[in-house]
């Protein structure tokens, strides 16, 4: 993806050996704002995409309990998704139109938290795009 911001999920001991029989690996686990203003986040054999102009906030979360946020999960209150590789927190990216996703519950999902390395980063960025949100992190 050559121009492309590329937000590696940040792969943490004990979690990254459990989550490698999933293919979830460095290359294979990340979220990317394409130069054609994509949003797509990988996360082994999970792949989600969508144009940037249908994320309309997002909210930087955490730190969370492990047993709530390694993994491929989907939340039971809302039609959300996780890819999350880490317990220190992550950006949950919020969609104006349901993104299609056949693995999720209905088929669809109203928004996406990815667990990536460079949060500041990664919002700094959607941010520049005009995309608002909060940071609810846990003090």
């Known amino acids: 993806m050559s121009g492309d911001a590329t937000f590696p999920l940040r792969l943490v001991t004990p979690w990254r050996w459990a989550l490698r029989l999933i293919g979830v690996r460095p290359g294979a686990a990340q979220v990317a704002i394409t130069v054609d203003e994509r949003l797509v986040a990988e996360f082994g ?4 995409e969508t144009p940037l102009a249908n994320v309309s906030g997002y909210l930087i979360t955490g730190p969370y309990r492990f047993w709530r946020a390694i993994g491929p999960r989907g939340s039971g209150a809302d039609r959300g998704f996780t890819f999350g590789t880490s317990t220190n927190g ?3 990216l919020c969609f104006e139109d349901w993104v299609p996703a056949r693995y999720v519950r209905g088929g669809r999902m109203e928004s996406l938290t990815v667990t990536v390395d460079d949060i500041d980063g ?15 992190r846990a003090t």
């Not at 054999?45 to 989600?48: A, D, E, H, M, Y």
């Not at 990664?122 to 609810?136: A, F, K, P, Q, S």
């Open 45 to 48: 054999p999970f792949r989600i």
């Open 90 to 92: 992550g950006v949950c």
């Open 122 to 136: 990664l919002v700094g960025l959607l941010e520049r795009h005009g995309i608002r949100g909060e940071d609810r």
